[in-house]
């Protein structure tokens, strides 16, 4: 039976997107194998839902252990599994802590794309293996065009966006040096309940479920002004699947086509709390206070600003809606809605960490 099912493996398997992916992929029948780094607590909690136990015989979901850092065990691991489709999602994915560990992001996001393509290479599967790079929206970094698309020039602003426009480019270089199908998806942003704690949208959703449960006094937050085009992680993993569906491979980008100022998402996310904010002040001396009670809950804290700011992402998805036919349907509005929704329901049941 598995014989005539596809195969994929998926870098990054226990990331946001890699939860979805995974359940997407197995939804449709697929064989999905995951790769996964050793930690010293359980980093599993988002596929916790399709993990299958490796004594299960019809088991159609594999994780191994691998980093995007180790040549050889990436070799080792598209040998072992011999998959028709890859999709490159591991990354330190991190923008600011990518100032941090430069050296370590370049390694991981950038040659560790190429490690991947090589390893493919190097077993002769480039006619066989598909390859998805999970692109970023960061690539564009300074605003050069309005909105951004496929043909957009590039200027990246980080050491994350550095590392990314390598791997971009090795995806293409090796596209047309070997005849290769590997695709980027010049994915803008994308959030859900899974997105990672430390991401903008979630540290936002968080605290606000926190606050609300008086669990927390304040939320400390950097440039408020930086404007993003936020979509839901589910539907962006179903563009990814559809790029590697196509007779032949090509760059997408996948946007809602909406730009949100970070304020706004923090007063929506308060709102669907039950608290109302009302924003006075001025960049560092910019606060929020509760309408109903006057306490202060929102404060501007310099250390998480960034030492260059990508200020205006808006993507034109205009290209993936004529070839593939793919299209966001939950709007920024609704995502803030769910993923608070989903806060206050963990919060309610369990403790929360601290993390910044
Ligand atoms: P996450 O940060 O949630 O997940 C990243 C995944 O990569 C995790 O599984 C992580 O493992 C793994 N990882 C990190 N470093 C390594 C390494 N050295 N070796 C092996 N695995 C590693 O990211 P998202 O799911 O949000 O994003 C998926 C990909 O898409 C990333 O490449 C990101 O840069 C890119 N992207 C994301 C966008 C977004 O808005 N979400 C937009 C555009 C691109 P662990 O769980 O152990 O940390
Ligand atoms: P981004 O996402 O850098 O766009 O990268 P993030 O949510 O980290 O930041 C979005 C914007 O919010 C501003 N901001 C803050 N950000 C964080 N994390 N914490 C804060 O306290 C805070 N205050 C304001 C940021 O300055 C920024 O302007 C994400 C990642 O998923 C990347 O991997 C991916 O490639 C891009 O999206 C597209």
Redesign the pocket.
């Known amino acids: 039976m598995d014989d005539r099912r596809k195969v994929a493996l998926i870098t990054g398997v226990t990331g946001q997107d890699g939860a979805y992916l995974a359940e997407l992929l197995l939804e449709k029948g697929y064989v999905v194998h995951g790769m996964k780094r050793r930690s010293s607590s359980f980093n599993t909690g988002r596929i916790e839902d399709i993990y299958q136990d490796p004594h299960e015989a019809e088991r159609r979901f594999h994780l191994h252990y691998g980093d995007m850092t180790d040549a050889t065990n990436l070799i080792r691991i598209v040998q072992e599994t011999q998959p028709d489709e890859i999709y490159n999602l591991a ?1 330190q ?4 802590v990518s100032f941090e560990t430069p050296e370590y992001t370049a390694n991981a996001d950038g040659i560790g794309t190429l490690r991947l393509l090589e390893a493919i290479r190097i077993l002769g599967m480039e006619k066989k293996t598909r390859f998805y790079q999970a692109s ?3 690539l564009y970094g300074l605003v050069q065009e309005v909105p951004q698309r496929e043909t957009t020039p590039f200027y990246p602003r980080s050491p ?1 966006g550095a590392a ?1 426009l390598y791997a971009y480019w090795i995806v293409v270089n090796y596209r047309e040096a070997y005849g290769m199908y590997a695709c980027n998806g010049i ?3 994308h959030e859900s309940p899974l997105r990672g704690e ?4 979630r ?1 936002i959703t968080r605290a606000a479920a926190a606050i609300k449960l008086g669990r927390q006094d304040r939320l ?5 002004d ?1 404007k ?1 085009d936020w979509g839901h992680a589910r539907e962006y993993v179903r563009g990814m699947w559809m790029m590697l569906q196509q007779d032949e491979p090509e760059d997408f980008v996948l946007a809602t086509g909406e730009t949100t100022e ?1 304020r706004d998402f923090v007063r929506w996310a308060f709102e669907d709390a039950g608290i109302m904010l009302d924003f006075r002040g001025e960049g560092v001396d910019e606060k929020a206070y509760c309408r109903e009670t006057g306490k202060c809950i929102v404060e501007v804290d310099p250390r ?3 030492p260059t ?3 205006l ?1 808006l993507g034109d998805p205009a290209k993936a809606h004529q070839k593939l036919g793919w299209r966001h349907e939950t709007s920024v509005r609704e995502l803030a809605r769910e993923m608070v929704e989903a806060d206050l329901r963990t919060m309610r049941d369990a403790p929360i960490a601290n993390g ?1």
Do not use: P
């Open positions: 990354a994915s991190h923008v600011q970023t929206s960061e994350y990314k994915l803008f942003n430390t991401f903008v949208t540290k400390y937050l950097g440039n408020l930086a993003r970070v998480y600003f960034r700011e990508v200020e992402l910044d």
